[in-house]
């Protein structure tokens, strides 16, 4: 069953993680002050 993520902060840590969780084939979205991040 996939999840609906939201991922704040798109940092080494939070990066890693969306993508993780995105290729296990959960819907993953990803937000970050820093517009050059997303």
């Given at each position: 069953?996939a999840?609906k993520i939201?991922v704040?902060?798109t ?5 890693t993680?969306?993508?993780?969780l ?5 819907k ?6 820093d517009?050059?991040?997303?």
């Amino acid at each position: 069953m996939a999840l609906k993520i939201a991922v704040v902060g798109t940092g080494y840590v939070g990066l890693t993680t969306g993508a993780c969780l995105a290729h296990l084939g959960h819907k993953v979205v990803g937000a970050d002050i820093d517009p050059q991040k997303i």
